[in-house]
């Protein structure tokens, strides 16, 4: 696969009226702007010189000052536990970010991607939170993890998530942009059903994202069902609590009528109690909301232990009896650290 590289200006993640912008600069017919947009999303290539459509001399006149895409792919790494894979990334400016690749027989597979390097969140029991906060990925960057996976793996995307390093609402405006793109029905055709975005919760950026009147479904993880766990946990809690967070999400659903996931990982004798089931009852019946449970995946170094299986679902009992609706979400490619939680973009 040929990447342009360099310093040049990235096409992908531009959208149709910057193309055309592009196009008209370069003294090109308007037309051309909806043959590199198809190009770069809808039959999406790697490489100027594959728009076999524009003639050469402007696709070399292209080239001079545009590439396709500034981050490279270092590696991929195959579960042997699971069908997950995992792909390393490195930015234009010597970073490293990851997406994987979650299939199953039945469905096309649902990719997971980052949004920022490093995450400055830094929940206790996810490996990104480990990592220095360095930047808020470009749209480019993000749309460009996609863009790589279709080219590799040769296979139609199910559910993108954006569940990968990073906090997506803090990276408000290249999410949307980039969440936008893979919705153009002109271009990648991801419905917005089919696009989540998982957030520790920032009231602010959720209420913005209920006007957005985007139609994707937002994921919410909670993790806790007191403040002073949650604080612990995660310490954003500290600046917007339980009380907050939920006002926001009540928002959203009165705004879009949509159902909210709410992301709960279980971790041994922290927030896996009877208690904190029934006290996770209390918070969310009457709302229009799921519950994933998530047994925690180990992380190196944590101190947290996952929940066992029979106490998650003696917690999905005590959610179902309360009138909640729970699943227990199993976890895969723990064995390549491409589980939730464990994203680290360590050259593995
Ligand atoms: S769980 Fe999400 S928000 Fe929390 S540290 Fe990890 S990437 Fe950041």
Redesign the pocket.
């Known amino acids: 696969m040929s990447i342009e590289q360099g310093y040049k200006t990235p096409l992908l993640g531009l959208n149709k009226t910057e193309i055309e912008d592009i196009v008209k600069s370069k003294g090109l017919e308007k037309y051309r702007a909806s043959q590199i947009f198809s190009w770069l999303y809808k039959t999406p290539v790697m490489d100027i010189d594959l728009m076999t459509n524009i003639p050469i001399k402007e696709r070399e006149f292209l080239k001079k000052d545009y590439c396709l895409t500034t981050i490279t792919l270092e590696k991929t790494s195959d579960s042997k536990s699971s069908s997950s894979k995992k792909y390393l990334f490195k930015t234009r400016d010597n970073n490293f970010i990851e997406s994987v690749k979650i299939s199953n027989h039945y469905a096309a597979p649902t990719i997971c991607i980052s949004s920022q390097i490093g995450?400055a969140?830094?929940?206790k029991f996810?490996a990104?939170?480990g990592i220095k906060f360095v930047r808020n990925l470009t749209a480019e960057e993000i749309i460009s993890q996609l863009i790589y996976l279709i080219q590799l793996e040769r296979e139609m995307i199910g559910n993108v998530v954006f569940m990968g390093?990073?906090?997506p609402l803090l990276n408000y405006k290249n999410v949307i942009k980039s969440i936008k793109l893979m919705n153009d029905p002109q271009g990648l055709k991801i419905g917005a059903r089919r696009i989540t975005i998982s957030t520790?919760g920032i009231p602010k950026f959720i209420r913005n994202l209920s006007n957005e009147e985007l139609g994707i479904n937002l994921a919410v993880?909670l993790n806790a069902t007191d403040d002073k766990t949650r604080s612990f946990l995660?310490p954003i809690n500290r600046v917007y609590p339980i009380r907050e967070l939920l006002s926001a999400v009540d928002y959203y659903t009165k705004k879009t009528n949509r159902r909210v996931s709410f992301e709960y990982v279980l971790i041994r004798g922290i927030n896996d109690s009877i208690k904190d089931a029934k006290k996770l009852v209390e918070i969310l019946n009457g709302r229009l909301c799921h519950v994933n449970l998530i047994l925690l995946n180990k992380i190196s170094n944590s101190k947290f232990y996952p929940t066992s299986i029979e106490r998650a679902k003696l917690f999905v009992e005590i959610l179902a009896h309360g009138g909640v609706n729970a699943t227990i979400r199993k976890s895969k490619g723990t064995d390549i650290s491409a589980a939730c939680?464990q994203l680290a973009a360590k050259k593995f």
């Open positions: 995450c969140i830094k929940c996810c990104t939170g390093m990073g906090e520790c993880s995660m939680g």
